[in-house]
């Protein structure tokens, strides 16, 4: 009995040990992430499996300049990033613009997951356009729903019992897509576009494409002057002056990695910032 339990065993040990070697070898997504609150990074860490050295951070290559990569035979690509009022952070769509994949070929399975509070509207048929004017395509989509993190103009933060709530539902949803991924299947759009998608990215996203002022920013006495808030910012728009940040003029990407993360939470955005909860994603 005890030789027959052991043969099963050593079975099933071959089985799982062919399993994995194959699936390293098949499945190896380079994957593009931006997150500013940590959302996407834990389901890009989760799609990368935390040990794959092709996570590949989005801010870092725009900070560097990097946007040219090389591709290994049968590698995957991947773009993981949240929505945007319905529709595509700016950063996102300006590195896919610049971006240079050599050995990307028509084959080549292409994923994005979208994270967002609730739904995306049409940000998946704007990534879809700007596909269209790179040597890009795009196999299949998924939407991962997490807890949603904009507090400046309203509060959309939900309580934190909630937000608990919202993350253990995600596991299944990044379960289910990995699961197509793994196997590299086209045309699955597993998408929560909500009511009147195109409607919703048509009449929000111009808010946020140009309602980006960094002027409403500020910090309050509570600062420690720790430079937290340079270092994370994703287009390089905070500096530190007399040990306080000061931020540059124009639009920033509007991530709130700033406020959220500050550990003094001392980074307000005008009057309304004060008295609203932070969030960063508890699982990193």
């Not at 991947?78 to 769509?93: E, R």
């Not at 080549?108 to 048929?125: E, H, K, L, Q, R």
């Not at 996203?205 to 937290?228: I, V």
Request: glycine share 6%; proline share 6%.
């Amino acid at each position: 009995m005890k030789t027959e339990n052991t043969s099963v065993y050593y079975k099933e040990f071959f089985r799982r040990s062919i399993f994995i070697s194959f699936a390293k070898t098949y499945f190896n997504p380079m994957i593009f992430y931006f997150s500013g609150t940590g959302n996407s990074l834990y389901v890009a860490k989760k799609t990368a499996d935390q040990q794959n050295e092709k996570l590949i951070s989005i801010a870092d290559c725009m900070k560097n300049k990097q946007f040219v990569f090389s591709l290994t035979e049968g590698e995957s690509v991947g773009f993981v990033f949240p929505v945007y009022f319905y529709g595509l952070p700016t950063i996102v769509s300006d590195f896919i613009g610049k971006l240079k994949l050599q050995n990307y070929h028509t084959s080549t399975y292409t994923f994005t997951i979208f994270t967002c509070g609730g739904s995306i509207g049409n940000a998946n048929g704007r990534l879809k356009r700007l596909l269209k004017h790179s040597p890009f395509h795009l196999d299949s989509a998924f939407t991962v729903v997490m807890p949603d993190n904009y507090i400046i103009m309203f509060n959309l933060l939900p309580p934190e019992e909630k937000r608990k709530e919202i993350l253990q539902l995600a596991e299944p949803q990044i379960s289910q897509a990995l699961k197509h991924i793994s196997k590299k299947e086209a045309k699955v759009y597993n998408l929560k576009k909500g009511p009147l998608p195109c409607f919703m990215t048509f009449a929000n996203y111009p808010f946020y494409l140009y309602g980006r002022s960094t002027k409403p920013f500020h910090s309050t006495s509570d600062c420690t002057g720790c430079g937290l808030c340079e270092r994370i910012c994703p287009s390089g728009m905070i500096h530190i002056q007399n040990k306080r940040p000061i931020w540059d003029a124009g639009k920033c990407t509007q991530c709130l990695a700033c406020i959220h993360r500050c550990p003094e939470g001392a980074i307000q955005h005008g009057k309304k910032t004060y008295k609203r909860d932070r969030y960063v994603n508890p699982n990193l």
